[in-house]
């Protein structure tokens, strides 16, 4: 396999799926795990060192295991990878100034010349240079023995460094970030100087997947939360494939649904796929919990803490459930990873993951972990679910409630349903919901003076959001024209009570997350 050294990145996975786009298996262990036992155990074909918060200037940082320099195998640093690799090997790394002229610190895009001729770049530089996102404090000083420089950029002259001989490469941007648009060259490249053929498949990861949901399920029980989003569609239909009727899906409508989303969805499984499903009206148990609740943090610890509670309700009604299959996906992870101890930081809690109490009842069967989005539509593409299921936006477990900054009422609640199914209804009637990842409403907590008619009005304000991604790590707000937006505006505001103004979020992320909360 191709092992993944995870120093801590945000962006990590990101490389493991540069890896699957070229058909490799990975693995990818944080860097505590990685001893030199580990290294010999495994037996990696090749090694990248991914990115990192720490500072490899400060003393006991994280460093690869020194065997991995003795094992004569492809190694990649990638930004805290490549300087560990270079103070390892006898090179230097200095702390960069983050503010202030003469910094060497770099955040954003930036350009890399060429500086040489190397097997990793090739396909690189044929039109000038190329454009490639940088997120680094520290920087090399001073380049190891054996290592020459390949590329430059204006504030990282050592932007690409390698050991041709003993295909050891650095980069100090982020090859595997959408924002370096040719940096999956760059694995394809690594991957194929190292030997890999590329058998790797969607199909073979659902072979695996089922296996491994017989193997841990065994004949117990096993319950599903059902949101009727693409992820738990997909876990659902991928469990119902490895374990027929040992399955029941629950779904919870914590009264933070869109607008007929409860009544579409249950009827969308039971018929459709035949699935034993449970409806859970606790519509009244959320809202109750969220009332004079506005921290962004305490209402998703709230509704993770009640999902949970609420499946062992409904799984204590099961005889012999002991299982709780979730459509956790990678990026829940990686925002999350704190909880778990991992070494990156946390942005937001989310509810499949952060709320977990350390004693649940419940054991988790989460199939769907390593994966991103836009894989996990190529699983259930695997898996036969129909086109309508694969291309719904991404709902997030918490609902609404994120939509809704601050205090949440049912009053605020009932507008902004109102005003979502107008928006997507534009969006639909524009042709435009399949090229946008992800559209919907916002709620402000403002009220602000309008004039409709000969009358004064004090209403809602609210924003639309609407991104495009590959897999929600980064994201560009969607560039509509200003006649789709004016239109929609006028529409939501005739035909929704309570607005009486419309803004169009144009951030993207970073720096914004795709919702509000
Ligand atoms: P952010 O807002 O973090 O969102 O940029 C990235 C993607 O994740 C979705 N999201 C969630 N999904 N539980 C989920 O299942 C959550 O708690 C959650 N929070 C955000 C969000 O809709 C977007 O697609």
Redesign the pocket.
Known sequence: CLLIIDFGSQVTQLIARRLREQNVYCEIHPYQNVTDAMLADLTPKAVILSGGPDSVTRGGSPRAPDSLWTMGIPVLGICYGQQTMMQQLGGLVEGGKISGGGGTAEFGRAKVTSAGTLDLLDGWFSDGPEQVWMSHGDHVSKIAPGFEVYGTSPNAPFAIIADASRHYYGVQFHPEVHHTPRGAKLYENFVRLAGFKGGWTMDAYRDIAIAKIREQVGDKQVICGLSG?V?SSVTAALLHEAIGDQLTCVFVDHGLLRLNEADDVVAMFRDNMNLKVIYADEKELFLGALEGQSDPETK?KIIGGLFIDVFQKYANEIEGAEFLAQ?TLY??VI?SVSFSGGPSVT??????VGGLPEKMGLKLVEPLRELF?DEVRALGRELGLPASFIGRH?????GLA?RCPGEITREKLDILRQADAVYIDQIRKHGLYDEI??AFVAILPVRTVGVMGDGRTYDFACALRAVTSVD?MT?DYYPFSHDFLGETATRIINEVAGINRVTYDITS?PPG???WE
């Open positions: 989003g992820d998703r459509g990026p829940d925002e942005i937001k809690s989310h509810h499949n989005k991404p709902f997030p477990g918490p994120i990842w992800q929600g994201a992320k997350t795709i919702e």
